[in-house]
């Protein structure tokens, strides 16, 4: 069975700061993992996704993510943070190819940015 | 640009009340999911379909059932309401494809009093 486990249910950063939100996964083979973000009362909106390839991928609003075979994790990253992305992140699996369709969420991670 | 949307955003009910929520998606997408959200606990997956007029329980399918009738539109059916379904519920869609990203709609708050 496929888990996902983000470890801190809080991230507090100054703006400016670089910021981390961790993400570790447990699933057999090769996983597809994604991040995404949920503003107040919305909904949840994908901001990156690791398939194949370079281990460092890009997404939206100047996130990033490094996935990390070895150690089993997709760290999200930013190199300076905004007020505005004060928000609630959630990683999650997907098994690769034959597996479920159905993703693993972590619990999320609320990050905190301070002016 | 992929459109989820969901019939209400807040939604007050009363304790037995038979409670509809609907979903619709724009992007001709197979897979549809009802999640609910509930501090502390992230999202728990209600029922998934992969097609229509089909249907799987997920992890917390108790007290809901869903319909499919047309591929852009899945329903969630609160039978008989009650104070512990108070939550938000959340819709997504994707396509059939497990490098896909899942489009969330905007969530819908329910209060059962």
């Known amino acids: 069975a496929q888990s996902v486990a983000q470890p801190e249910d809080q991230v507090n950063v100054a703006e400016g700061n670089p910021l981390t939100v961790k993400c570790t996964y447990s699933?057999?083979?090769?996983?597809?993992l994604f991040w995404y973000v949920q503003y107040p009362n919305r909904g949840l909106q994908f901001l990156l996704k690791?398939?194949?390839?370079?281990?460092l991928v890009k997404g939206s609003y100047g996130f990033e993510a490094e996935f990390n075979k070895s150690q089993t994790s997709f760290h999200l990253k930013k190199p300076s943070a905004l007020v505005s992305d004060s928000a609630l992140y959630f990683c999650?699996?997907?098994?690769?190819?034959?597996?479920?369709?159905?993703?693993?969420f972590g619990r999320g991670t609320s990050l905190i940015v301070h002016p | 640009d992929v459109k989820v949307t969901q019939s209400s955003r807040y939604l007050v009910k009363r304790t037995g009340e038979k409670v509809f929520l609907e979903c619709v998606q724009d992007?001709?997408?197979?897979?549809m999911f009802w999640y609910r959200q509930d501090p502390g606990l992230g999202l728990r997956l209600i029922y998934f379909?992969?097609?229509?007029?089909?249907?799987e329980k997920g992890d917390i399918p108790e007290g809901y059932s869903v319909s499919r009738e047309k591929k852009e539109r899945f329903s969630l059916i609160l039978e008989s309401a009650s104070t512990n379904q108070t939550s938000m519920y959340l819709c997504?869609?994707?396509?059939?494809?497990?490098?896909?990203?899942?489009?969330f709609g905007p969530g819908t708050r329910l209060t059962v009093t």
């Open positions: 997504a869609s994707s396509l059939m494809t497990e490098s896909y990203e899942q489009y």
């Open positions: 690791y398939i194949t390839g370079d281990n």
């Open positions: 992007m001709d997408h197979e897979n």
């Open positions: 699933v057999s083979g090769n996983p597809y």
């Open positions: 379909s992969y097609d229509v007029k089909m249907k």
């Open positions: 999650a699996v997907r098994p690769p190819s034959g597996g479920s369709y159905i993703p693993t």
